[in-house]
């Protein structure tokens, strides 16, 4: 499944249009690795997120598409892994 899709239906993000937005930023890392919307997000991938205040390390449970969809998912999609607070004006990466 597309990445920008994911985020949308994992509900990580709340629009499709942000979540490609945040990956074409550089907001969005599957595996440590910057990415396009387009990349694919498969089960047991590691992706990073940097919201405005923190930055959220997720394991994908479930890229299923179909299984996402549904209004209550039986299980969840992603599990967190951690999530660290960051300043506003700070880079997330700490490059």
Known sequence: MRLDKYLKLARLV???SI???M???GAV???GRTCKPSAEVKENDILEIAYMNRVL???VLCADETVLKRPRAESPSWEQISERPVEPDENPWGE
């Open 23 to 25: 990956i074409e930023l």
């Open 57 to 59: 390390k997720v394991k």
């Open 19 to 21: 979540a490609q937005e």
């Open 29 to 31: 890392r599957i595996a």
């Open 14 to 16: 709340k629009r499709r």
